[in-house]
Protein backbone atom coordinates (compact mmCIF):
# COMPACT_ATOMS: atom_id res chain seq x y z
CA UNK A 1 0.00 0.00 0.00
CA UNK A 2 2.98 2.16 0.87
CA UNK A 3 4.18 2.27 -2.74
CA UNK A 4 0.95 1.97 -4.53
CA UNK A 5 2.05 -1.85 -6.35
CA UNK A 6 -0.10 -4.14 -6.01
CA UNK A 7 0.98 -8.38 -7.04
CA UNK A 8 -0.90 -9.98 -9.73
CA UNK A 9 -0.82 -13.16 -10.27
CA UNK A 10 -0.26 -14.97 -13.79
CA UNK A 11 -0.41 -18.14 -15.20
CA UNK A 12 2.63 -17.66 -17.76
CA UNK A 13 4.96 -15.02 -19.05
CA UNK A 14 4.06 -12.19 -20.83
CA UNK A 15 5.64 -9.02 -21.91
CA UNK A 16 4.81 -6.41 -20.33
CA UNK A 17 6.83 -3.05 -20.08
CA UNK A 18 8.33 -2.17 -16.36
CA UNK A 19 7.25 -6.23 -15.60
CA UNK A 20 8.60 -7.42 -12.43
CA UNK A 21 8.55 -10.81 -12.67
CA UNK A 22 9.43 -13.55 -9.14
CA UNK A 23 9.57 -17.10 -10.28
CA UNK A 24 11.33 -20.05 -10.61
CA UNK A 25 12.09 -23.12 -13.12
CA UNK A 26 9.12 -23.05 -15.18
CA UNK A 27 9.08 -19.11 -15.84
CA UNK A 28 12.87 -18.47 -16.57
CA UNK A 29 12.03 -21.43 -18.90
CA UNK A 30 9.24 -18.97 -20.20
CA UNK A 31 11.80 -15.99 -20.43
CA UNK A 32 13.95 -17.82 -22.24
CA UNK A 33 11.55 -19.58 -25.22
CA UNK A 34 9.64 -15.73 -25.30
CA UNK A 35 10.35 -13.73 -28.64
CA UNK A 36 10.18 -10.36 -26.86
CA UNK A 37 10.38 -9.74 -23.03
CA UNK A 38 9.66 -5.96 -23.22
CA UNK A 39 11.24 -3.27 -21.76
CA UNK A 40 12.70 -2.07 -17.91
CA UNK A 41 11.66 -6.01 -17.08
CA UNK A 42 12.54 -7.31 -13.55
CA UNK A 43 13.13 -10.78 -13.27
CA UNK A 44 13.83 -12.01 -9.72
CA UNK A 45 14.94 -15.69 -10.97
CA UNK A 46 14.64 -18.31 -7.82
CA UNK A 47 15.32 -21.17 -10.43
CA UNK A 48 17.94 -23.92 -10.30
CA UNK A 49 20.13 -21.80 -12.54
CA UNK A 50 19.76 -18.72 -10.95
CA UNK A 51 23.27 -18.20 -10.91
CA UNK A 52 23.80 -18.60 -14.32
CA UNK A 53 23.63 -15.47 -16.51
CA UNK A 54 20.49 -14.90 -18.40
CA UNK A 55 20.72 -11.89 -21.11
CA UNK A 56 18.16 -10.68 -22.94
CA UNK A 57 17.06 -6.86 -24.25
CA UNK A 58 15.03 -5.26 -21.70
CA UNK A 59 15.30 -7.56 -18.92
CA UNK A 60 17.63 -7.06 -15.64
CA UNK A 61 18.26 -10.58 -14.61
CA UNK A 62 18.49 -10.80 -10.95
CA UNK A 63 19.33 -14.25 -8.83
CA UNK A 64 18.19 -15.04 -5.67
CA UNK A 65 18.32 -17.99 -3.43
CA UNK A 66 15.43 -19.78 -0.86
CA UNK A 67 16.54 -22.93 1.12
CA UNK A 68 14.28 -24.73 2.43
CA UNK A 69 11.00 -22.03 1.36
CA UNK A 70 12.91 -19.43 2.92
CA UNK A 71 14.36 -16.51 0.75
CA UNK A 72 18.10 -16.01 1.80
CA UNK A 73 19.29 -13.75 -0.75
CA UNK A 74 18.50 -11.65 -3.38
CA UNK A 75 19.62 -9.81 -6.01
CA UNK A 76 18.33 -6.13 -6.60
CA UNK A 77 18.83 -3.11 -9.13
CA UNK A 78 21.71 -0.83 -7.83
CA UNK A 79 20.24 1.70 -5.90
CA UNK A 80 20.45 5.43 -7.58
CA UNK A 81 22.84 7.93 -6.25
CA UNK A 82 21.03 10.73 -4.19
CA UNK A 83 23.59 12.77 -4.64
CA UNK A 84 27.43 13.47 -6.31
CA UNK A 85 28.82 12.76 -3.14
CA UNK A 86 26.62 9.42 -2.04
CA UNK A 87 28.78 6.13 -2.60
CA UNK A 88 27.70 3.83 -4.93
CA UNK A 89 26.05 0.27 -3.35
CA UNK A 90 25.64 -2.50 -5.54
CA UNK A 91 22.49 -4.49 -4.80
CA UNK A 92 23.66 -6.82 -7.39
CA UNK A 93 27.25 -8.89 -8.12
CA UNK A 94 27.56 -11.20 -11.47
CA UNK A 95 27.80 -14.49 -10.58
CA UNK A 96 25.83 -14.33 -7.39
CA UNK A 97 22.53 -14.84 -5.73
CA UNK A 98 22.55 -11.68 -4.26
CA UNK A 99 22.96 -10.08 -0.92
CA UNK A 100 22.36 -11.98 2.09
CA UNK A 101 19.51 -10.58 3.57
CA UNK A 102 19.47 -9.35 6.85
CA UNK A 103 18.86 -11.43 10.14
CA UNK A 104 20.75 -14.07 8.35
CA UNK A 105 24.24 -15.21 9.34
CA UNK A 106 26.69 -18.22 9.10
CA UNK A 107 27.58 -19.52 12.63
CA UNK A 108 29.98 -22.48 13.09
CA UNK A 109 28.98 -23.49 9.58
CA UNK A 110 25.37 -23.48 9.74
CA UNK A 111 22.96 -20.84 8.42
CA UNK A 112 21.12 -19.32 10.63
CA UNK A 113 18.73 -18.75 12.04
CA UNK A 114 17.06 -22.32 11.59
CA UNK A 115 20.75 -24.19 11.55
CA UNK A 116 20.52 -24.98 7.84
CA UNK A 117 23.46 -25.96 5.59
CA UNK A 118 24.19 -24.07 2.65
CA UNK A 119 24.62 -26.32 -0.33
CA UNK A 120 28.80 -27.73 -0.70
CA UNK A 121 30.62 -24.50 -2.20
CA UNK A 122 28.60 -22.10 -1.43
CA UNK A 123 29.39 -19.40 0.64
CA UNK A 124 28.75 -15.77 2.08
CA UNK A 125 32.26 -13.39 0.39
CA UNK A 126 33.33 -10.39 1.94
CA UNK A 127 30.26 -8.15 0.45
CA UNK A 128 27.56 -10.39 2.11
CA UNK A 129 26.71 -11.36 -1.51
CA UNK A 130 26.28 -15.52 -2.19
CA UNK A 131 28.15 -17.16 -4.35
CA UNK A 132 30.04 -20.24 -5.40
CA UNK A 133 33.31 -20.50 -4.33
Not at 82 to 102: A, D, I, Y
Amino acid sequence: KITGGKIVLEKSFRAVEGGRWIGGDALRLEIEQAKDVGEGVMFFDFSGKAWESLERSGLTHLPCFELSGLVVAMSMPHPPLPTETTVFQSGNKPGSWGRVLPGWYLEAGKLEPGGMILPDGVVIDASGFLVKQ
